[in-house]
Nanobody, 116 residues
C-alpha cells in the first residue's frame, strides 16, 4: 500500500509564496508521473503541475510561470513552489502519483488559502 502525505499548506497573502511537500511511503517500485491537483469549492479537481520520471514538468496556463514542481533524486518526494499567489489559487491541493500498470495514488489534501 502506498501513502502520500502532504504538508505546507496554509494562509498566504496575494503576491505571496507557499511551498507544498508530498512524501511517498509504502510499497512501490517507481512512479511514472507525480503531480499536484487542486479543487476549489464548487469546482472540479484540476491539475496544477505534473512531472514525469525523467524530470519533465508540465503546467496549465493559469499557473505557468508562477508554480514550479520538483522531485528528489529518488522520486519519492515532490514539491510545489507557488509564487505570486492569487485569490483564485485558493483550493485544497492534492498530491498524486501514478505507478504504471499498478495504480494511481492520492494524498489527503492540504488547504491553501490566499487572502489579504
Amino acid at each position: 500500500q502506498v501513502q502520500l502525505v502532504e504538508s505546507g499548506g496554509g494562509l498566504a497573502q496575494p503576491g505571496g509564496s507557499l511551498r507544498l511537500s508530498c512524501a511517498a511511503s509504502g510499497s512501490f517500485f517507481r512512479f511514472n508521473v507525480m503531480g499536484w491537483y487542486r479543487q476549489a469549492p464548487g469546482k472540479e479537481r484540476e491539475y496544477v503541475a505534473i512531472i514525469t520520471s525523467n524530470g519533465i514538468p508540465r503546467y496549465p496556463d493559469p499557473v505557468k510561470g508562477r508554480f514550479t514542481i520538483s522531485t528528489d533524486n529518488a522520486k519519492t518526494t515532490v514539491w510545489l513552489q507557488m509564487n505570486s499567489l492569487k485569490a483564485e489559487d485558493t483550493a485544497v491541493y492534492y498530491c498524486n502519483a501514478v505507478e504504471s500498470r499498478v495504480g494511481t495514488y492520492w494524498g489527503q489534501g492540504t488547504q491553501v488559502t490566499v487572502s489579504s
